[in-house]
């Protein structure tokens, strides 16, 4: 009963927000923030629940309660929230207990919180996990966790299959898939571009920007197969570079963007001022992506 | 959930604080008749006399409209104070800056115990934002205990996310205005997912045109740390909008060096230090090597030795009155009417 209750408190909350937001009265988030302290109240009692035997303990209800503190938190952009609510799951025994809806909801949402702190190895762990256990009718569902899932993998180095982004109508990844295996900026710019409504509402607009510097990659080392040769001139990066549509780049920023990837430990190697040249290791110079962090 | 107070104040300040302030010798220099100034207790010059800013005390019963200030008057006392009191050259300027700081803290105060809102009042707020960023670079080399800039900043952050909602709630938009406001935002905040995001989710008319798209470039290239492209669009910038990214500056240097020294790490070969120089817009090549050595890279005979072992990490420098920055200022803000027009309607449009 206890999740009915919240679920409706939230949904109401919800609608209340958006009204009072359109008729500009209340800072928008106001309402939904209120209801996030009832239900953190009920939190706390259900997490303070020592006394009960297991099976009627009102730890059971942690985790519904948390599912919707998560979903209000991303709604009103307050993700540092989660924090808490993260480590007392962790800190629970009861984590493998919960229905399997509940936890792929959960781990749904933490996954979303660890692409946003950057953390794209928990992200993928997170979601792949949601996405596997994921209801297969709840296409809805499924579709919603490939759109964060997507991006991370993409960092990571896994380029998704145009079938799998088709079958769950996501084909904008696809526009952004092919450019960054070429190493093709000005493509993936358009690309960026053209989906950009949908990328920002759903909140991985910035994420994808990383892929830049992937792409960046996919070229230089396309420019290290053609030359095959492990001294590599700058004018060479520069010339792929302009090539590929970056039409006011230079030698000084061309060896700014190798800098970077060398930092980034994307390549193995360093720059030669004096001779205008990347001089790169004999073995693997271009760090395969996948088994970077 | 009580009427909103209406002020009824005609003055830049109140007869009653006016008159308290007399009596305690409490008026500033700014303030007073000239005539008396010699005098042990000077009079109010009440063409001069602005409200100073009072934390409301708890308990204190709510203010009478006769010391608040109506939309009009806000607007004639902030334009006072931009034109007559800025670009005054008999002061030092971070004793203006501190009598208009704190007289502006209180037009904003008047704003927010009255709820005013519209088009005026919008004005009035990027207005102060002008200034605060303004002051930013200015005051940037006083020392700290004459200028605090951490202060200054928390002051142009609120009156920015203040002015934000207030802008969205126009019926009729301000769009040279807000397209201004979103730029000077995202630059302050420059690195701010906050703030990015903030920009994304405006709309296209705001976030198309020239002056955000710039705004956005330096974000990209601030954030993926490309040195080189950041200091070339830095160049580009509007004077207000190179004020509000300013301190963001030395952050990026910091950033050229540490990778440099782990890219061009070697113990034989150096880099020049004229090569280096005007890509990262430093003044001279002294200044690139003061800023090698914070970080312990060894310079020598011109050349920087750029070695990964060596780098030592180190608190930022304090951003200076760059070259750069300085020849943007003479173009823009040089002349008392060229910093008033800066201060009052932004300056010229023209991104130079």
């Given amino acids: ?293 | 959930m009580h009427n909103n107070v209406v002020g009824t104040c005609e003055f830049m300040c109140p007869t009653a604080e006016i008159q308290m302030r007399e009596r305690e010798n409490l008026l500033h220099t700014f303030e007073v008749l000239e005539s008396r100034e010699k005098m042990k207790r000077p009079r109010a010059d009440r063409s001069k006399a602005v409200k100073e800013f009072t934390r409301s005390a708890a308990g204190r019963s709510d203010p009478r409209p006769s010391d608040l200030r109506p939309t009009s008057v806000l607007v004639k006392t902030v334009d006072y104070l931009l034109e007559r009191i800025v670009p005054k050259q008999d002061v030092k300027w971070h004793k203006i800056y501190d009598f208009v700081a704190d007289r502006l803290r209180s037009v904003r105060q008047d704003i927010v115990i009255q709820r005013l809102a519209g088009p005026e009042i919008c004005l009035v707020f990027i207005k102060c934002i002008r200034f605060y960023l303004y002051a930013a670079y200015r005051l940037c080399e006083v020392p700290v205990s004459l200028f605090d800039p951490h202060l200054n900043g928390r002051q142009a952050i609120e009156c920015m996310k203040a002015s934000l909602l207030h802008f969205s709630s126009l019926e009729v938009p301000l769009l040279a205005e807000l397209q201004e406001l979103e730029s000077l935002y995202l630059l302050f905040n420059l690195g701010s997912l906050d703030a990015l995001m903030h920009v994304y989710e405006s709309s296209a008319d705001v976030r198309s045109c020239a002056r955000v798209q710039l705004a956005l470039a330096v974000n990209e290239t601030y954030l993926a740390g490309n040195y080189v492209r950041f200091f070339r669009l830095v160049k580009k910038l509007h004077f207000l909008d190179l004020c509000a990214v300013h301190r963001h500056i030395p952050q990026m240097h910091n950033l050229a060096l540490n990778r440099m020294s782990v890219a061009y790490n070697s113990k034989i070969h150096g880099y020049p230090m004229e090569h280096l120089r005007p890509l990262l817009m430093l003044d001279s090549t002294d200044k690139v090597a003061e800023l090698c050595m914070r970080h312990n890279l060894l310079v020598k005979e011109g050349q920087i030795y750029f070695l990964k072992a060596a780098w030592k990490e180190s608190g930022l420098a304090n951003p200076v009155k760059w070259i750069f920055c300085q020849e943007k200022d003479r173009k823009t803000a040089q002349t008392s009417m060229q910093l008033v027009q800066l201060l009052l309607i932004g300056g010229s449009t023209a991104v130079s």
């Avoid at chain 1, 480590?87 to 207990?97: I, L, M, P, T, Y």
């Avoid at chain 1, 966790?145 to 990571?156: C, D, G, H, Q």
């Avoid at chain 1, 920007?209 to 230089?220: A, S, V």
């Fill in chain 1, 1 to 293: 009963m206890l999740f009915a209750l919240c679920l409706d408190l939230r949904l109401f909350a919800n609608s209340a927000d958006i009204q009072l937001t359109k008729k500009g009265r209340g800072k928008p988030g106001e309402t939904l923030e209120k209801a996030a302290d009832i239900l953190m109240g009920a939190f706390r009692i259900c997490a303070s629940d020592n006394r009960a035997q297991s099976a009627d303990s009102k730890k059971w209800g942690m985790l519904n309660l948390i599912n919707q503190l998560f979903k209000i938190y991303f709604k009103i952009n307050k993700l540092h929230l989660c924090k808490p609510l993260i480590r007392a799951v962790d800190n629970s025994n009861f984590k493998e207990h919960f229905s399997l809806s509940q936890q792929v909801t959960y781990k749904y949402y933490v996954g979303r919180k660890a692409m946003f702190d950057s953390d794209f190895k928990g992200a993928d762990d997170y979601l792949s996990y949601a996405f596997q256990h994921c209801h297969i009718m709840s296409r809805r569902n499924k579709r919603m966790i490939l759109i964060y899932l997507t991006p991370v993998k993409m960092l990571l180095g896994y380029m998704p299959s145009v079938s799998l982004l088709q079958k769950y109508d996501l084909l904008q990844f696809a526009d952004i898939v092919s450019p960054v295996r070429q190493g093709n900026l000005l493509q993936l710019n358009e690309a960026l571009i053209k989906h950009e409504a949908f990328f920002i509402k759903c909140g991985i607009y910035l994420i994808l920007e990383k892929l830049k510097i992937i792409t960046y990659r996919n070229l230089f080392k396309k420019v290290y197969l053609i030359l095959k040769t492990h001294q590599l001139s700058v004018d060479a990066f520069t010339s792929a570079l302009r090539i590929m549509g970056v039409d006011d780049i230079d030698n000084d920023e061309a060896q700014c963007l190798i800098a970077n990837l060398i930092y980034e430990g994307k390549i193995k190697g360093y720059i030669s001022y004096q001779h205008q040249k990347l001089v790169v290791s004999k073995q693997m110079p271009f760090v395969p992506l996948t088994s970077l962090k």
